[in-house]
């Protein structure tokens, strides 16, 4: 039986995270959600992080992850203000009918 | 590796079953405050004093009809109260209420039971704060989804505006949790208590280059906020006529809510005592006699109890006060015995710093106006978050000072 | 044991992720994004990121995607129609990500063949005062650089969501 969990699994898991945020992104037609996918593969994307520190066996790692977490913050605050403003001018979330820069 | 599953297992056992009933018996309390504030008897007939209201409720609560109605969403209807009571009550399991506790070889018959020491608590997290914060945080989910589920006007503004409050006031609560941890310099609860032991001078509240009495003042503020009760509870009382976001809940569900609410109180007393009053350590050294603080007062309870009984006002007193009288005795008896003592003093100075905090919130019900919602955030973003922050600065800059 | 748990919580993470891109409504697709945050947190206790794991239920769970369920709410958004997808969409998109998955992982084998594994305990280095010390020495201008960045989001959130002063 392992002693403990192979490195590889954590990668392969940030990998699936970060396809299904992909294809979130891709394939979803509501702006809100397609947000949250992007939100998906940041965390996907942390998890590698933080695996590789721990690889290392250094915190580098999570002080990168601390620093993605805060853009992520700052990002989904900044976002869902223009979805907010978006969706008073155009009374719409689906990001086809989104698609001019006329009223 | 198994003995501390079972053992754990067991403490827990211990600690849910000790909560529950706490939970239950903390409304009572509250409903005898405050009755006595408004110079009422309260709950009086159910039992001596009502010391059986709490049973009559949760039979009440149990048997009334569980009913869904058609129009709500039905899965974050049935999953909001399970998140509210989940991570009201998840907290409970890193707070440790006393010392090391240890059990010497002991044979009760044919059963030896070895000797081992094991923490009056359930597990101490390196992390232990971050995970009470981590908690109330998502304590937030339950009642967002129970008023956004509950497709009814009032139930949502009623959620909205509590969410809204609660994750506002998380950010006053959090700096004045972070500066009684830069004088203690420890997240671990179990550290944070026991670098407050000595005397009353060594409590966060009144030792270190900057004694942490405004951290204490901000923190209350903020957990009163928190727990959504008065003069913060706008969001369940001013629709009371339709009772904010539990509207639409009834019987156990709705029983779910006032539990979390009761735990969340709980929690934030603890963590008030933890923090700021020394948790369970005694104002001023056992040396000095304050072993037999706990004696003294039940044994003055007992006697005045006993002294009521026997000269009753009302007819009932003279069944039940003697009783009472007799039980604190036994109480003050069971505090003067020498094998208990070394867990049972503590306990009583957590129970009594923590149970004084809860007499304060419900003082505080009893007494004061609410705020309007306006005012009430104005409040946390003009005044209590920049105090906050100020606070810590002067802390942390005290600290550096002083330490080389 | 420690790999049940990796295996327990791998598995609600990839279930609640594939549930954040399937789902119609955008309230489920939350409630479940906050399951995969839940998820990783764990995990990243199992790797010895004690910090980061509360750190990620605090900022993550708790007030980040608190933020995303209010805006759902407040917009009231309704479930997606399904409707009007394209023949590739429909028909090699889920082909498509199998592949490129398998790409990947087969990549991460060859690099990191069992080496290393993780067990509870494995790393120490990883808790508070360990981050603190390294967030405010090494990394402090990038700590400082990003509570600017904070203030300018906050300043942008209130500018771009306040009603015109018509």
Redesign the interface.
């Known amino acids: ?13 940030s ?3 970060f ?3 992909v ?2 992104f891709l ?4 702006i ?2 397609v ?3 992007i ?2 593969m940041l ?1 996907a994307v ?2 590698s992080f ?2 590789f ?3 290392h ?4 790692g ?2 990168f ?3 993605v ?10 976002g ?6 978006v ?1 008073k001018n155009r009374a719409t ?2 990001i086809d009918e989104i698609d001019s820069m006329k009223n | 590796m198994e003995s501390f599953l079972v053992l754990t297992v067991i403490k827990a056992v211990i600690v849910f079953a000790v909560l529950m009933t706490t939970l239950a018996y903390l409304q009572w309390v509250e409903r005898k405050v405050i009755a006595h504030i408004q110079v009422r008897p309260g709950p009086y007939r159910v039992g001596p004093h009502g010391l059986l209201q709490p049973l009559a409720d949760v039979i009440k609560l149990v048997t009334k009809e569980d009913l869904v109605p058609p129009y709500v969403n039905k899965t974050f209807y049935l999953l909001a109260p399970f998140l509210a009571i989940t991570m009201a009550l998840v907290s409970i399991s890193v707070i440790p209420f006393g010392p090391i506790l240890k059990i010497g070889p002991v044979d009760i018959g044919p059963l030896h039971i070895p000797q081992f020491e094991t923490a009056m608590q359930l597990t101490d997290l390196n992390i232990g704060v971050l995970f009470i914060l981590a908690a109330s945080s998502l304590g937030v989910y339950g009642i967002a989804l129970a008023g956004w589920s509950s497709n009814n006007k009032y139930a949502l503004l009623g959620a909205m505006r509590s969410s809204a409050q609660m994750i506002s006031y998380e950010l006053p609560m959090s700096l004045a949790i972070a500066s009684p941890l830069l004088v203690s310099n420890t997240l671990s609860l179990r550290k944070l208590v026991e670098s407050q032991e000595g005397s009353i001078l060594s409590w966060n509240i009144l030792h270190g280059p900057f004694p942490q009495i405004f951290s204490f003042i901000i923190f209350l503020i903020a957990s009163f906020a928190e727990t959504n009760r008065v003069p913060f509870d706008l969001p369940e009382a001013e629709n009371e006529l339709v009772a904010g976001f539990h509207t639409e809940y009834s019987s156990m569900k709705f029983a779910s809510f006032f539990m979390a609410e009761y735990a969340n109180i709980i929690t934030v007393s603890i963590m008030s005592c933890l923090l700021f009053l020394g948790g369970w350590n005694a104002p001023w050294p056992a040396a000095y006699g304050s072993s037999l603080v706990p004696a003294v007062i039940f044994g003055g309870a007992g006697v005045i109890a006993l002294y009521h009984g026997l000269n009753a006002a009302r007819k009932r007193d003279s069944y039940t006060f003697p009783v009472f009288g007799v039980v604190f005795l036994l109480l003050a008896g069971v505090f003067l015995l020498p094998p208990v003592q070394s867990w049972l003093i503590p306990l009583f100075w957590f129970v009594a710093k923590t149970g004084t905090i809860i007499f304060a919130f419900i003082w505080v019900r009893g007494t004061l106006p609410r705020f309007r919602y306006d005012q009430l955030m104005a409040f946390t973003w003009k005044y209590l978050f920049p105090a906050a922050m100020l606070n810590m600065l002067v802390t942390g800059f005290l600290v550096a000072w002083t330490t080389n | 044991m ?2 049940i748990l ?1 295996l327990i919580f ?1 598995a609600a ?2 279930v609640c ?2 549930n ?2 399937v789902q119609t409504h ?1 309230i489920s ?2 409630l479940s ?1 906050v399951g ?2 839940g998820s ?1 947190a764990v ?2 206790l ?4 004690e ?2 794991a509360a ?2 239920v605090i ?2 769970a708790g ?2 995607m608190v ?2 369920v209010f ?2 709410m ?2 009231n ?1 309704g479930a ?1 129609s399904r409707k009007g997808r394209s023949f590739m ?1 429909q028909f090699l ?1 889920v082909p498509l ?1 199998v592949f ?2 398998a790409i ?2 087969y990549f ?2 060859r ?9 509870f305990g ?2 120490t ?2 808790g508070a005062e ?2 603190g010390r ?2 405010f020495t ?2 402090l201008l ?1 700590f400082e650089v ?1 509570s600017i ?2 203030l ?3 300043v ?3 500018v ?2 306040r009603k015109e002063l018509d």
């Open positions: 039986m392992l002693s403990g969990v192979p490195i590889s699994w954590f990668l392969t898991l990998a699936v995270l396809s299904l945020g294809a979130g394939f979803r037609r509501n809100i959600t947000f949250m996918s939100e998906l965390n942390n998890l933080v695996t520190s721990y690889h066996k250094e915190v580098a999570h002080l992850t601390f620093f977490m805060v853009v992520a913050a700052a990002e989904a605050a900044v869902l203000a223009i979805i907010l403003t969706f979330l689906n | 420690d790999v990796f791998a993470a990839v992720a594939v954040v891109v955008p697709s939350a994004l995969v945050m990783l995990l990243y199992l790797l010895g990121a910090f980061i750190a990620q900022v993550y007030a980040i933020l995303f805006v759902i407040l917009l958004a997606e969409v998109g990500l490129f998955l990947a992982a991460v084998q690099m990191f063949p069992d080496s290393t594994t993780v067990r494995g790393f280095g990883g360990a981050v390294a967030l090494t990394y990038p990003t960045l904070i300018i989001a906050i942008g959130a209130i771009l969501a």
